[in-house]
């Protein structure tokens, strides 16, 4: 499984699929072998940011910038990892996980009125100006009783998030 030329054994399958806490099908993970396989042009067994950009619907995402902090330098059994966050099956607490680490992009376990605010640019772009950017957020924090000052916690976002029915699936193609 260390050269992406390599085959798949059941072993690997059965160990990936415990990795990803079972969220693919051994056909699901077989797929997800040959589309990493495709990625991984220069065959190193993992994939650089410039090969996750090479899917036109991640690079076209606002927030791949932000999302290739995550992925670069997968290997296949943490691609299928972080991958398994898009599944049907993936509880609400592992997506808020990681819509959490898409805001907190320094990796401080906080998130702060600027980490928003860098968020909300990456999304709306030249759509809206700094300035009603602060105003719109400075209003929902107000609204929900919260400060600029304030500081979220994954607890916060789970806090406000886990009542919602958050979908995030990704549909895998099996051949």
């Known amino acids: 499984m260390g050269s992406a ?3 798949l054994t059941q072993y690997d399958i059965e160990e990936v699929q415990e990795h ?11 797929s997800l072998y040959q589309r990493f396989c495709q990625l991984d042009r220069n065959a190193k067994g993992f994939i650089s940011a410039d090969e ?17 902090k995550m992925v ?4 296949f059994k943490d691609f ?32 702060t009125f600027n980490d928003i ?8 772009g030249s759509f809206m100006s700094d300035k009603q950017r602060e105003q719109v957020l400075s209003h929902v924090l107000q609204e929900a009783g919260y400060t600029r000052e304030s500081s979220f916690f994954l607890e916060d ?6 009542s919602s029915s958050i979908k995030m699936d990704v549909e895998i193609p099996v051949d």
């Not at 299928?80 to 320094?106: G, H």
């Not at 605010?117 to 999304?123: A, F, P, Q, S």
């Open 117 to 124: 605010i860098e968020v909300l640019k990456d999304l709306t």
């Open 52 to 68: 996750f950009l090479s899917v036109p619907e991640f690079a076209m995402n606002p927030l791949s910038q932000r999302l290739l």
């Open 5 to 7: 030329s390599s085959m």
């Open 80 to 111: 299928v990892a972080f991958l398994s966050t898009f599944s049907a099956k993936a509880s609400l607490q592992q997506k808020i996980e990681l819509i959490f680490k898409v805001y907190d992009s320094d990796c401080n376990g906080k998130v």
């Open 157 to 162: 976002f789970i806090k406000v998030l886990g």
């Open 72 to 75: 670069d330098g997968l290997n």
């Open 20 to 30: 990803c806490n079972k969220l693919f099908s051994q056909q699901e993970i077989v």
